[in-house]
């Protein structure tokens, strides 16, 4: 880890839908807070792909990425991520041509794996085989790769996507293993590690990756994405009480997967039994939650153990107030632990590729 380099704050968004609120509403929504996010000084805004979950209204990442695009203009604003096997690699680059095509140089494409769902979802999406198998999916990912890579005038292959594209659009790996990480090492892709899902694994992945790493055309050297679910309040106390939905959400998403997300109120009241809340504890103690004070230690931590070059920050808060407030106090935490001599953990707001 270089110390002195800058450390990117970002977020990655699933747009949390509360009971009570309207999906249309958390949407809508987005159009706020992203320009206040970018007034802030972070660096990107991706949105992640859910389906069948009502509970979460990013269905269609390239939908939202367009709209977010409109409304500002130095936020990168990319996938974390499109789930590769649910789609056709073609359509895909298509998308994200256009994307380019309307904001050149500010687009990202995060691709994942893990198509998620159940056999319903699954069927519903068209999805056949086993295309999360590892030589499946570095197939069609290295066919999404040719597709947004520049072609030579005279070297046009047979298929080719339309608008054509001017520049690399910057493709990203998303994982939580090894085996991702060893991927995008093979490839010489930038790497966002999903923290959030499964901190156990975060060095392992993040270690080997640098290990593995070749330099592609796409990336000169190592870089890592580190996403984290981050509740930053006035207070300890208070972020606990805002991060009770999210918390409350792993245990009953496991019962139901088809429930909201509960408001702070509701979620203070659901019983939970001992062994769930030691599970709760176990779930949260790796994540960002507290004050400005807590955040800003717990951040300085989480780089200092995996020498990530960004944060993406997923804050699933209730209220848009809330979540522009939080996203302030991160900003706050990291300059607290900058002056506290953590590193160099200063936000950057240029628009390269990574």
């Known amino acids: 880890m270089n110390d002195t380099a800058p450390f990117r704050l970002s977020v990655l968004d699933t747009v949390p839908v509360f009971n009570g609120v309207p999906a249309a509403q958390s949407l809508r929504e987005l159009l706020e807070l992203a320009p206040e996010v970018e007034r802030l000084g972070y660096h990107r805004y991706w949105l992640a792909e859910h389906h069948n979950m009502p509970a979460f209204g990013t269905s269609t990442p390239p939908v939202l990425i367009g709209q ?36 050149p140089g500010r687009i990202d494409l995060g691709v994942g794996r893990a198509p998620g769902g159940e056999p319903a979802t699954a069927r519903a999406l068209r999805r056949t085989g086993d295309p999360a198998h590892e030589g499946a999916f570095g197939e069609q990912l290295a066919e999404l790769i040719g597709y947004l890579s520049p072609s030579a005038p005279d070297a046009r292959p047979p298929v080719a996507v339309c608008p054509a594209v001017e520049q690399p659009v910057p493709v990203w790996l998303l994982g939580t293993s090894p085996s991702s990480a060893s991927l995008a090492a093979r490839l010489g892709l930038p790497y966002a590690y999903a923290h959030h899902l499964n901190p156990a694994g975060t060095e392992a992945a993040v270690t080997r990756y640098r290990a593995e790493f070749r330099p592609s055309e796409r990336l000169e050297r190592p870089y890592v994405a580190v996403s984290a679910q981050v509740v930053v309040a006035e207070s300890d106390e208070e972020a606990e009480y805002q991060a009770g939905p999210a918390k409350v959400a792993q245990v009953e998403g496991r019962i139901n997967p088809l429930t909201l997300f509960r408001t702070p109120e509701q979620a203070a009241e659901y019983p939970l039994t001992g062994a769930q809340r030691r ?13 400005v004070e807590t955040a800003g230690r717990r951040l300085a931590g989480l780089r200092a153990r995996t020498g990530a070059d960004e944060l993406l920050a ?34 950057v707001t240029s628009a390269s590729s990574s």
Not at 76 to 102: D, K
Not at 280 to 291: H, K, M, N, R, V
Request: net charge neutral.
């Open 314 to 347: 997923s804050a699933p808060v209730y209220g848009l107030k809330a979540r522009v407030r939080g996203f302030r106090l991160l900003a706050e935490a990291m300059a607290q632990a900058t002056s506290a001599g953590a590193g160099a953990l200063s936000p």
């Open 279 to 291: 599970f709760l504890e176990e779930y949260a103690a790796p994540q960002i939650i507290g004050g």
């Open 68 to 103: 977010l695009a409109g409304v500002t203009s130095t936020l990168r604003i990319g996938s974390g991520g499109v789930m590769l096997p649910n789609h056709v690699p073609y359509i895909v680059a298509e998308q994200f041509a256009t994307l380019e095509a309307f904001h």
